[in-house]
């Protein structure tokens, strides 16, 4: 028998034993002195039959035959090579589930799930979870898990006085799964995307080999897993370049009702780039509808004791713009954070909604 066969025959009965009795782990053997403890607990199963790029309208779930928790990138290597060796069904990897069209998920298929979702006890089973991330602090570096949430790696690093010089806004994301796509943030002016600030990988790739790249090493493979939306291996482990945390940031918000006003001062902003007393560390723009303003996920960027009196703004279709920028700075430097806000701000913009001091 085959050992896709035979991983479908086992999957199968373990389906019968959890209707039975409950979730279960099974112990597969590839044939080659490989074992692998797969999941078939409905959770688990539930959890890899959808990613966010599904949740709409008409897109039915995609369940998987079973869910892979590995515990290093050596376990994940000797996966993928029995399921290229002996035809197993489709292998696939799944972050946080936030990839854009379901390349999270396969159909009847093995998903391997990278968060830390089985550490400890599971099933009655204990697993390890895969490796921290280590910051080297005089190499301005972290090396990271593929599967590792963005807002861990900064707790990580912040430990040590440090923090990624560039994020994607939104930090609950796994370190694989932006350097996939490329990692946009408004740090990107500054530092460029995240993929611009990876120094070497550890790659799985579609034949199950373990490779470091870098770019003195494995240019080619490199550069091609950087953005390259998973198709050409999976991430394991990334090192990424840090800095030194700021103590302070000055955080402001301004509304605009016209998008030309809006687009020529974030233009004027990116411009300061290379103007190290005026620059700012951060600028992002973004589009809201007013009647969502108060209700959507970025609500909190508007203080209550500061209410936005959007009717005020005369908005056109109901539509308004928001720039987001920071200024990273010191105690005794924020005096000149001010003169900076006035000298470069005030001029341009609309409308100030709120400032807001953060250490």
Same mark, same amino acid.
């Not at 979870?129 to 898990?145: C, L, N, Q, S, T």
């Given at each position: 028998?085959?050992?896709?066969?035979?991983?479908?025959?086992?999957?199968?009965? /373990?389906?019968?034993?959890?209707?039975?009795? +409950?979730?279960?782990?099974?112990?597969? !053997?590839?044939?080659?002195?490989?074992?692998?403890?797969?999941?078939?607990?409905?959770?688990?199963?539930?959890?890899?039959?959808?990613?966010?790029?599904?949740?709409? +309208?008409?897109?039915?779930?995609?369940? @998987?035959? &079973?869910?892979?928790? @590995?515990?290093?990138?050596?376990?994940?290597?000797?996966?993928?090579?029995?399921?290229?060796?002996? +035809?197993?069904?489709?292998?696939?990897?799944?972050?946080?589930?936030?990839?854009?069209?379901?390349?999270?998920?396969?159909?009847?298929?093995?998903?391997?799930?990278?968060?830390?979702?089985?550490?400890?006890?599971?099933?009655?089973?204990?697993?390890?979870? @895969? =490796?921290?991330?280590?910051?080297?602090?005089?190499?301005?570096?972290?090396?990271?898990?593929?599967?590792?949430?963005?807002?861990?790696?900064?707790?990580? /690093?912040?430990?040590?006085?440090?923090? =990624?010089?560039?994020? *994607?806004?939104?930090?609950?994301?796994?370190?694989?799964?932006?350097?996939?796509?490329?990692?946009?943030?408004?740090?990107?002016?500054?530092?460029? @995307?995240?993929?611009?600030?990876?120094?070497?990988?550890?790659?799985?790739?579609?034949?199950?080999?373990?490779?470091?790249?870098?770019?003195?090493?494995?240019?080619?493979?490199?550069?091609?897993?950087?953005?390259?939306?998973?198709?050409?291996?999976?991430? *394991?482990?990334?090192?990424?370049?840090?800095?030194?945390? =700021?103590?302070?940031?000055?955080?402001?918000?301004?509304?605009?009702?016209?998008?030309? *006003?809006?687009?020529?001062?974030?233009?004027?902003?990116?411009?300061?780039?290379?103007?190290?007393?005026?620059?700012?560390?951060?600028?992002?723009?973004?589009?809201?509808?007013?009647?969502?303003?108060? !209700? !959507?996920?970025?609500?909190?960027?508007?203080?209550?004791?500061?209410?936005?009196?959007?009717?005020?703004?005369? *908005?056109?279709?109901?539509?308004?713009? /928001?720039?987001?920028?920071?200024?990273?700075?010191?105690?005794?430097? &924020?005096?000149?954070?001010?003169?900076?806000?006035?000298?470069?701000?005030? =001029?341009?913009?609309?409308?100030?909604?709120?400032?807001?001091?953060?250490?």
């Amino acid at each position: 028998m085959s050992a896709a066969n035979k991983l479908l025959l086992v999957v199968m009965c /373990c389906r019968l034993i959890v209707t039975v009795v +409950g979730p279960t782990v099974l112990d597969f !053997n590839d044939g080659n002195n490989n074992d692998f403890q797969l999941s078939t607990n409905p959770s688990d199963l539930a959890r890899a039959s959808s990613d966010f790029g599904m949740l709409r +309208g008409g897109v039915a779930p995609v369940e @998987p035959a &079973a869910v892979f928790h @590995p515990t290093s990138d050596r376990d994940i290597a000797q996966l993928i090579r029995a399921a290229y060796q002996q +035809g197993f069904p489709a292998v696939s990897a799944r972050g946080h589930g936030h990839s854009i069209n379901g390349q999270a998920n396969t159909a009847g298929g093995v998903v391997i799930e990278m968060s830390r979702l089985a550490e400890g006890h599971a099933d009655g089973v204990r697993r390890e979870g @895969p =490796p921290r991330p280590r910051i080297a602090e005089e190499m301005r570096y972290v090396d990271a898990w593929g599967g590792e949430l963005w807002i861990d790696v900064l707790r990580a /690093c912040l430990e040590h006085g440090l923090a =990624p010089r560039s994020w *994607t806004d939104y930090l609950y994301l796994s370190v694989g799964g932006t350097l996939s796509n490329a990692g946009i943030s408004g740090q990107a002016f500054n530092h460029g @995307p995240q993929i611009s600030n990876v120094h070497e990988l550890d790659v799985v790739t579609g034949k199950g080999e373990m490779v470091k790249c870098s770019e003195e090493e494995n240019q080619e493979l490199f550069h091609a897993v950087l953005g390259g939306l998973g198709q050409f291996g999976i991430i *394991t482990r990334a090192r990424i370049a840090v800095e030194p945390a =700021p103590q302070r940031v000055r955080w402001i918000r301004v509304l605009y009702s016209n998008f030309s *006003t809006f687009t020529r001062d974030q233009e004027h902003l990116i411009s300061l780039h290379g103007d190290g007393r005026n620059k700012f560390d951060y600028v992002e723009g973004f589009v809201i509808v007013d009647e969502g303003l108060i !209700n !959507n996920w970025r609500s909190s960027f508007f203080s209550p004791r500061n209410p936005v009196k959007i009717s005020s703004l005369g *908005t056109d279709g109901g539509v308004l713009y /928001c720039l987001e920028v920071t200024k990273n700075y010191r105690e005794s430097t &924020a005096d000149t954070v001010d003169q900076v806000k006035k000298n470069v701000l005030s =001029p341009n913009f609309e409308l100030l909604v709120h400032d807001n001091l953060a250490s």
